[in-house]
C-alpha cells in the first residue's frame, strides 16, 4: 500500500474550476493505477476517473466527461484532477485511490486497496 494525501478542495461557484492533486509517499505512484471517486451525503461513494499505471489510458463516469480531466506526473508521485464547468451536483468529499499493479484501467473501488483521506469540493449555484 501506499500513502495518499489530496489537496485542492474548496468552496466554487457554479462554472468555476478547481485542480484536485493526490500526493503518494512511502512508495512511488509510477507502477500504480490510480482514481478518483466522491461521495456526497447521504449517498455512495461513486467513480469519477481513472487512469492507467503509465498513463496512457483515462476512463471517466458519463456525469464528468468532456468535463474533468484526471493526469499523473509519476516524477512527482502525483496525481491530478482538472475539474472545470464544476455543478452544484459535483459537491461531494473526493477520494484518490491507488490498486496494486495491473495493466486494466479500473472502475471500481473494490480494485483499490490505498486511499487518501478527501478532500472537500463545495459548488454553490
Known amino acids: 500500500q501506499v500513502q495518499l494525501l489530496e489537496s485542492g478542495g474548496g468552496l466554487v461557484q457554479a462554472g468555476g474550476s478547481l485542480r484536485l492533486s493526490c500526493a503518494a509517499s512511502?512508495?512511488?505512484?509510477?507502477?500504480?493505477?490510480m482514481g478518483w471517486f466522491r461521495q456526497a451525503p447521504g449517498k455512495e461513494r461513486e467513480f469519477v476517473a481513472a487512469?492507467?499505471?503509465?498513463?496512457?489510458?483515462?476512463g471517466y463516469a458519463d456525469s464528468v466527461k468532456g468535463r474533468f480531466t484526471i493526469s499523473r506526473d509519476n516524477a512527482k508521485n502525483t496525481l491530478y484532477l482538472q475539474m472545470n464547468g464544476l455543478k452544484p451536483e459535483d459537491t461531494a468529499v473526493y477520494y484518490c485511490?491507488?490498486?496494486?499493479?495491473?495493466?486494466?484501467?479500473?472502475?471500481?473501488?473494490?480494485?483499490?486497496?490505498?486511499w487518501g483521506q478527501g478532500t472537500q469540493v463545495t459548488v454553490s449555484s
Open positions: 512511502g512508495r512511488t505512484l509510477s507502477n500504480f493505477p
Open positions: 487512469i492507467n499505471w503509465i498513463g496512457t489510458s483515462t
Open positions: 485511490a491507488a490498486a496494486p499493479w495491473t495493466i486494466d484501467l479500473l472502475t471500481t473501488a473494490r480494485r483499490y486497496d490505498s
